[in-house]
T-cell receptor, first 110, second 111 residues
Framework: GNSVTQMEGPVTLSEEAFLTINCTYTATGYPSLFWYVQYPGEGLQLLLKATKADDKGSNKGFEATYRKETTSFHLEKGSVQVSDSAVYFCALSDPPQFYFGTGTSLTVIP | ETGVTQTPRHLVMGMTNKKSLKCEQHLGHNAMYWYKQSAKKPLELMFVYSLEERVENNSVPSRFSPECPNSSHLFLHLHTLQPEDSALYLC??????????FGPGTRLTVL
């Protein structure tokens, strides 16, 4: 079956630190992969996506590369800001269903 | 993102009440979803409507009843809920395998 596993949080970093949030997946086909972000009191917003192996998704300084050989889609950012504090969800699509990880809470302190 | 709207944003109800949550998408998508988000638990898919066909999570209690009258509107009818049903209920839509777009959610509290 399909599933997504992401690293447990919470993660606390100082401003300008490097961020990695690990995500691995299990899929029966060739899914698209996503990272979503949820700010307090809001719904999930798409952060980036990749639709096939070796694709790199990027947005707002965040990047993730679709690695079929390691079944991974790790999220990275070179220099985090306080405004990046949120919960991050890794997800895959197998239409019509989506499968989400449990979320990783990130807090960035000044 | 205003492509998916949800009303109400907050709802407090007693266990004997009947209420409905509403979701509307303005994106021309062909699939809509209800999710339940509880504290410290994974996002739980409750129902999927794809091209007007319903797919459901069999673990969802019958006190939750979805309705999808057309491709733009989705309702979640609630009756005789329990306190453990208190959560954030999120609606989303997508076009096939493409990105899901989420509404802001309805924060439900069951007393």
């Amino acid at each position: 079956g399909n599933s997504v596993t992401q690293m447990e949080g919470p993660v606390t970093l100082s401003e300008e630190a490097f961020l990695t949030i690990n995500c691995t997946y299990t899929a029966t086909g060739y899914p698209s992969l996503f990272w979503y972000v949820q700010y307090p009191g809001e719904g999930l917003q798409l952060l980036l996506k990749a639709t096939k192996a070796d694709d790199k998704g990027s947005n707002k300084g965040f990047e993730a590369t679709y690695r079929k050989e390691t079944t991974s889609f790790h999220l990275e950012k070179g220099s985090v800001q306080v405004s990046d504090s949120a919960v991050y969800f890794c997800a895959l699509s197998d239409p019509p269903q989506f499968y989400f990880g449990t979320g990783t809470s990130l807090t960035v302190i000044p | 993102e205003t492509g998916v709207t949800q009303t109400p944003r907050h709802l407090v109800m007693g266990m004997t009440n009947k209420k409905s949550l509403k979701c509307e998408q303005h994106l021309g998508h062909n699939a809509m979803y209800w999710y339940k988000q509880s504290a410290k638990k994974p996002l739980e898919l409750m129902f999927v409507y794809s091209l007007e066909e319903r797919v459901e999570n069999n673990s969802v209690p019958s006190r939750f009843s979805p309705e999808c009258p057309n491709s733009s509107h989705l309702f979640l009818h609630l009756h005789t809920l329990q306190p453990e049903d208190s959560a954030l209920y999120l609606c989303a839509s997508s076009q096939g395998k493409d990105t899901q777009y989420f509404g802001p959610g309805t924060r439900l509290t069951v007393l």
